[in-house]
């Protein structure tokens, strides 16, 4: 039995939970030599990692989120991280670039400077990390920092992760 989880910071479940997930929207790339879609991705767990380089959540769960790609690298799973800038310096894309670079980002990032991949996937909250199954759907992931005074974020994420790997 695969259990889902997205937490939201109200405590109330996500309204994306167990449909299929929206396709990236936008050409602009750092760390893909080419455009990422979902679809590519059929067959594989995706973890998507909505985060902006200037919100302190964001850079509290960058470890966590790296420790999840390294985790499950070998198993197929990809962390694709879609930059939505909140602040006027996050819109300019060279600095996402020296952000990246600075933060040791290696996962593919979506420049999402026109909000698109936010509204599709209805988006709320920086940081969200959600878990894509093998067959597209959104099956959890978590809002706000994965590991935030004892909360068990990462673990709860690398568990789902697991069952979606074993379901079949």
């Not at 990236?24 to 879609?37: C, D, E, L, Y």
């Not at 197929?76 to 006027?88: C, D, K, N, Q, R």
């Not at 590991?147 to 974020?153: E, L, P, Q, R, S």
């Amino acid at each position: 039995m695969i259990t889902s989880l997205l937490v939201a910071l109200a405590g109330h479940q996500h309204s994306m939970l167990g449909t299929a997930a929206p396709e990236f929207v936008g050409s602009q790339w750092i760390n893909a030599a080419k455009p990422i879609t979902l679809a590519s991705r059929r067959g594989k767990v995706t973890l998507v990692h909505f985060w902006t380089f200037a919100c302190i959540n964001c850079k509290h769960n960058l470890p966590a989120v790296q420790r999840l790609a390294d985790k499950f690298a070998e198993k197929g799973v990809e962390v694709i991280s879609i930059h939505t800038p909140e602040l006027a310096e996050e819109k300019d894309i060279e600095n996402v670039k020296k952000a990246v670079e600075k933060n040791g980002i290696k996962y593919p990032v979506l420049i999402d400077g026109q909000y698109s991949n936010w509204k599709a996937w209805k988006t709320e909250y920086w940081p969200t990390l959600y878990v894509v199954d093998k067959s597209g759907k959104i099956r959890g992931g978590w809002i706000g920092e994965l590991n935030w005074n004892g909360a068990k974020g990462e673990e709860e994420v690398a568990k789902l992760v697991e069952n979606l790997l074993s379901a079949k």
